[in-house]
Structures are given as structure tokens and as C-alpha cells.
């Protein structure tokens, strides 16, 4: 089982940078293709961005792309988003996912609790 913890979130204003952390409670995060996922109010859950094991492959989502970046640190067992420019439909609660497929672009074997992003127009 692993644990992630989501951090970073808050309100902020349209146009506003933000990064948000995700640490994960395992000894091989390196295997692990990671993720962050967003739920807006209702509205399906969406995969914002995905980064791969090993050789780093990332996805975006296209409403992302050129604003947000994920990367990881193997190191300290931490993922990364930064999120720039944002807009108020950046409006969500965001999710870390971890999966055991190291190459996973939708990762989803492990869940956050998830951490809630605002941002004002």
C-alpha cells in the first residue's frame, strides 16, 4: 500500500502560479508512474498530467498544455505541479495517483485525499 499526500493548494487569483506537492510512503517511488487528477464541482474526475518511470514521458491534458508542468523528484519521493497562468476553470479538487504500471498515462492504483485549488477571477 502507499500512502500520498497532496500539498500547496490554496486561492489564488486568475493569472496566479502555484505548485502543488505530492510525497509518497514508499522506498520505490522511481517504479511508480505518477499523476495528478482534478474533480471540478459536478464534473467527472480528469487526468490533468502524467509522468512516466524511468525515461520521465509526460501528458498533459489539452486545457493544460504550455500552463502546467509535472515532474518528479525520485529522491525525495515527490511529484510535482506547477501550474501558471491559472484560470478560474482551474477550479478543482486535485488528486495525486500513483500506479504500479511504470509507463501508466492514466495512473490510478493509489489515490490522495486530494487538495483543493481556487482560483478568483
Known amino acids: 500500500q502507499v500512502q500520498l499526500v497532496e500539498s500547496g493548494a490554496k486561492l489564488v487569483q486568475a493569472g496566479d502560479s502555484l505548485r502543488l506537492s505530492c510525497t509518497a510512503s514508499t522506498a520505490v517511488f522511481w517504479t511508480y508512474a505518477m499523476g495528478w487528477w482534478r474533480q471540478a464541482p459536478g464534473k467527472e474526475r480528469e487526468i490533468v498530467a502524467a509522468?512516466?518511470?524511468?525515461?520521465?514521458?509526460?501528458t498533459y491534458a489539452e486545457s493544460v498544455k504550455g500552463r502546467f508542468a509535472i515532474s518528479r523528484d525520485n529522491a525525495k519521493n515527490t511529484l510535482y505541479l506547477q501550474m501558471n497562468n491559472l484560470k478560474p476553470e482551474d477550479t478543482a479538487l486535485y488528486y495525486c495517483a500513483a500506479d504500479r504500471h511504470p509507463g501508466a498515462t492514466f495512473p490510478g492504483t493509489y489515490w490522495g485525499q486530494g487538495t483543493q485549488v481556487t482560483v478568483s477571477s
Open positions: 509522468i512516466t518511470a524511468g525515461i520521465e514521458s509526460t
